[in-house]
């Protein structure tokens, strides 16, 4: 999700744009826009938020979402994997905002084998700051499901992510073709986020010790760079 995010960041060719809120991942700008949950999303309690704050946040992106939805384009783009966690009144409320704008709202989602999966979630679980080793369960159904039911199963597409089935290998040159968009008609940004095994190691560790890294927008920040240096090494 990351190379095709990165890549069609600030795509606009008149017809088609990528939604441009705060960050080219739309997952947490829609959580602040949409979420219903009584507890802060760990990712904000991170930053030292509190409700009113988040509050204030998602007041003033969906001032922007409409802004951009607003746009004469024909098709828009929008681009999260944590929208999927979403609760399904915080999807009816998304769905109702942009059926506001378009007749026809589309769902692709790139599904992940349950191995894969798990190795993604638990790195992102450690990246994040937690102390537990617990592997994630898949949870298909609860992810999926409600996009069935609130947007309509014709309107839901699911693709297996494996990059031996697509065009040079690409998720990103696969997107492009599934969306209708020529395949030169963005630069591919490929990116590998994820940790090395002794890297994923070494931040257990570190997160198990309980040394703050969190709590503020500044120890955040400490905190990326260091995941940015593990990653480098």
């Not at 990351?2 to 700008?29: E, K, M, W």
């Not at 069935?148 to 699911?158: K, N």
């Not at 995941?227 to 090494?233: D, E, N, P, T």
């Amino acid at each position: 999700a990351t190379s095709i995010q990165r890549s069609l960041a600030s795509f606009d060719d008149g017809n088609c744009r990528y939604v441009r809120l705060d960050r080219p991942n739309h997952s947490l700008s829609f959580h602040a826009m949409f979420s219903q949950a009584n507890r802060i999303p760990r990712v904000y309690e991170n930053r030292g938020w509190d409700k009113a704050s988040l509050s204030d946040y998602g007041r003033r992106l969906r001032k922007r979402l409409d802004e951009e939805l607003s746009k004469p384009r024909s098709r828009m783009i929008i681009s999260g994997e944590g929208i999927t966690r979403l609760t399904y009144h915080a999807l009816e409320d998304m769905k109702d905002c942009l059926s506001a704008h378009f007749g026809q709202i589309r769902v692709l989602t790139y599904i992940r084998e349950p191995v894969g999966l798990a190795s993604s979630t638990f790195q992102q679980q450690v990246k994040g700051g937690s102390p537990v080793i617990k592997i994630p369960l898949p949870r298909y159904r609860s992810s999926f499901k409600k996009f069935q039911d609130i947007f309509g199963r014709g309107q839901v597409q699911f693709v297996k992510f494996d990059p031996k089935t697509f065009p040079k290998g690409s998720v990103v040159q696969d997107f492009w073709q599934r969306v209708g968009l020529p395949g030169d008609s963005a630069e591919e940004a490929r990116q590998n986020t994820s940790l090395s095994m002794a890297a994923t190691k070494l931040l257990c560790l570190f997160n198990r010790e309980g040394v703050k890294s969190t709590g503020s927008g500044a120890l955040v920040r400490q905190r990326t760079e260091m995941i940015r240096v593990l990653r480098a090494a």
